[in-house]
């Protein structure tokens, strides 16, 4: 499996049929209007595994969804946080890895413009469809974080991964790669997800699935320590490496399809589901929603969601 494949995965199981058919529901119920259905077609790899009515959410694809409804809320407010680290400056050379549609990219891109030079590498090419579209300014290129597609001799002053080493499995192979691709001298920033242990939201969440699932293991922090991360960058020849948590606050303006989402998350993160079939797979989900309806209480925000996310951000220099 490459090493951005069970990203991937688990992230597509988000976007299933039942998931769709619940955005549809919930979109309705908003709007009170259902407009025109156009039929929608998600791909990956070549393989159709839903079919998407694209006005439940103005989106044709997972990678659009992906973009729509996670990457303002969930992913930038940690872009700029790490680029605020590393403290960028005209002419900079930037390497986004693991950059799903680009967020990483994108805001360097808005603060070095034209003086900087920002490369974002990603295995999904229907992914780096949708980071092309947003902006074309930017090198997109296909890739494994395992092999990095660099040309020769090709080096950055800068090495950016955000929520993306805990889904690789060679993760040497990869931060060895990050340190290849960086010039003498050269900053890296990675982040990642404190252990959900830590995080009450979603660690109650996770809770209320077991109940039906049994023990779920959560890819998404399933490298949250800070001591692993530090031993893994010095193993592989960084110097200068510190890491420090931070938090904040996290704002969804739709509470809805964020808990129908996240259940999806966790139930395709489940052995035991894995083994359903659709039918059941959706009892599951629906059941798990509704139960986690109290969770969500105490974060409630009007019709959205208000809650604290941790995450190492771990530097060093090549």
């Not at 790899?45 to 303002?72: C, D, H, K």
């Not at 990219?105 to 999904?124: F, H, K, N, Q």
């Not at 031993?231 to 996290?250: C, N, Q």
């Amino acid at each position: 499996m490459t090493a951005l494949h069970r990203r991937d995965e688990i992230l597509a199981f988000f976007f299933s049929e039942t998931t769709a058919t619940f955005l549809l529901r919930w979109n309705r119920a908003r709007r009170r209007s259902a407009g025109e259905a156009h039929n929608g077609r998600m791909e990956i790899e070549g393989r159709t595994i839903m079919t998407l009515p694209s006005y439940a959410m103005n989106q044709a694809s997972f990678p659009q969804m992906y973009e729509r409804w996670l990457v303002g809320p969930l992913f930038r407010p940690w872009a700029e946080m790490a680029l605020d680290e590393l403290e960028l400056s005209s002419g900079d050379r930037l390497l986004d890895i693991a950059c799903g549609t680009g967020i990483v990219a994108r805001v360097a891109r808005e603060r070095l413009g034209e003086a900087g030079y920002i490369v974002g590498v990603d295995i999904s090419p229907d992914m780096l469809a949708v980071a092309l579209a947003v902006e074309p300014a930017i090198d997109w290129r296909q890739g494994n974080a395992g092999e990095l597609p660099l040309r020769n001799g090709e080096t950055f002053d800068l090495v950016v991964c955000q929520q993306g080493l805990q889904f690789f499995p060679d993760r040497p192979a990869a931060v060895a790669q990050m340190r290849r691709a960086l010039a003498k001298d050269g900053r890296l920033a990675i982040a990642m997800w404190r252990p959900d242990d830590e995080i009450p939201f979603f660690r109650e969440l996770r809770r209320v699935a077991e109940r039906h699932l049994g023990a779920i293991a959560d890819q998404r922090y399933s490298f949250g320590e800070a001591a692993p991360l530090e031993a893994l960058l010095r193993d592989a020849g960084f110097h200068e490496v510190r890491s420090r948590i931070i938090s904040r606050t996290i704002h969804f303006g739709e509470g809805a399809p964020f808990l129908h989402l996240n259940t999806m998350a966790l139930v395709g993160m489940s052995s035991l589901a894995k083994e359903m079939g659709d039918q059941e797979r959706k009892r599951v989900v629906e059941e798990i929603v509704s139960e986690s309806a109290p969770v969500l209480r105490p974060y409630g925000n009007g019709s959205g969601l208000a809650f604290e996310l941790s995450a190492n951000l771990a530097t060093a220099k090549g």
